[in-house]
């Protein structure tokens, strides 16, 4: 088998910032709500730019972080629940726009967890040869599926891109992956699309409002048990010890869900690196942002242990734990 490396990281968010305040003046929420809830302060959000727009952003910066040609790339996964399109997927307009000529493109959907299914996939691909080098995105316009007068959801979430490169390398830089998914808790978190309304079925039927409806408590319970899982799984299948690990990068959802996780691991909340409250919930894209941030902010050395955990709509979950070479 051969091991993996991680030999990039990327990521992109639009500049437009929006902070509680203003949407205070779209839904009746305030700023002391939303930060006592949530620990969001703010999000960005896309003034036009698509989910290929951001990913082909990401994407630039990995190539240029990961020092290699786009040619270079063999496989592209892309996670998203917000594609440019049903036909093409967004994975080939990435490598459209980068001009990644010799890739082989898909796109999964995962919600949240998407970033740690791609990364679960590349590593899969790389460790059996099929593939060298490839190139995971995690890319959501969250902006186009919320519903801006459902006060619910909409002060949740935020629009961007994140990625990473895999390729196969001398050392293992990924010690344990876990994946997991519960169906049957679905309706928990959705957003239609459109329903089967041809010359044979039911007439009348009519086009669903695709936007994003959610049950928060019953998002939270899950959340918070299956971090707590998580991390106990990974910790077991790498033989690694909590106080081996320098960070903990959860999805960044909620605050709270952070704390409650924390609290019933027994560890410091200081130990999970948390941006949440500069972009909100960016779904695939949030874990990545925080591990390229993470990286590019020189906070991670040769030898330190990363501990990456997800979860979102599906339900899904899913995490990894990174040893930096
Ligand atoms: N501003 C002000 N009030 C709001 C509000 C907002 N933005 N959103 C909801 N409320 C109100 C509710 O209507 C409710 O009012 P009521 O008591 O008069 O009915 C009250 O605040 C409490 O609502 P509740 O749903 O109990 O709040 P909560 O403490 O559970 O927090 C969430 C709501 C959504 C922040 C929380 O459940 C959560 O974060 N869940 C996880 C969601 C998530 O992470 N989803 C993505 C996962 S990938």
Not at 9 to 21: D, E, H, L, M, Q
Not at 34 to 55: F, L, P, V, W, Y
Not at 290 to 303: H, M, R
């Amino acid at each position: 088998m051969n091991k993996v490396k991680i030999i990039g990281t990327g990521s992109y968010v639009p500049s437009k910032i929006v902070n509680n305040n203003e949407l205070s003046h779209m839904v009746n929420t305030s700023d002391e709500w939303i930060t006592s809830r949530t620990g969001i302060k703010q999000r960005r959000i896309s003034e036009g730019e698509d989910t290929s727009d951001m990913a082909t952003k990401a994407a630039i910066d990995v190539i240029k972080s990961a020092k290699i040609e786009a040619n270079d790339i063999d496989l592209i996964i892309l996670a998203t629940a917000t594609p440019d399109s049903f036909i093409p997927s967004t994975s080939c307009i990435v490598q459209k726009n980068i001009k990644a000529v010799n890739a082989t493109c898909f796109d999964i959907s995962a919600a949240c967890s998407g970033f740690i299914y791609g990364m679960d996939i590349a590593a899969q691909f790389i460790r059996t040869g099929r593939f060298n080098t490839v190139l995971v995105i995690g890319a959501e316009t969250l902006s186009k599926i919320i519903d801006w007068q459902d006060r619910n959801t909409c002060i949740l979430f935020g629009d961007g891109a994140s990625a990473a490169i895999l390729q196969s390398g001398n050392e293992e830089e990924i010690l344990s992956i876990y994946t997991g998914s519960d169906g049957s808790k679905g309706k928990a978190l959705i957003c239609p699309a459109i329903p089967v309304n041809n010359f044979c079925a039911n007439p009348g039927i009519s086009l669903n409002k695709s936007t994003v409806s959610m049950d928060g408590k019953e998002i939270f319970k899950f959340a918070v048990k299956v971090l707590v899982k998580l991390v106990n799984v990974l910790l077991t299948e790498s033989h690694c010890d909590l106080k081996e690990i320098k960070y903990i990068i959860p999805h960044q959802a909620n605050s709270r869900i952070i704390e409650c996780a924390a609290k019933k691991l027994g560890i410091d909340s200081n130990k999970f690196y948390t941006n949440l409250d500069l972009y909100g919930n960016t779904s695939a894209a949030s874990v990545g942002i925080a591990l390229d941030e993470v990286y590019k902010k020189n906070l991670v050395k040769s030898g330190d242990k990363i501990l990456v955990v997800g979860f979102g709509g599906g339900l899904t979950y899913g995490g990894l734990i990174i040893k930096v070479i």
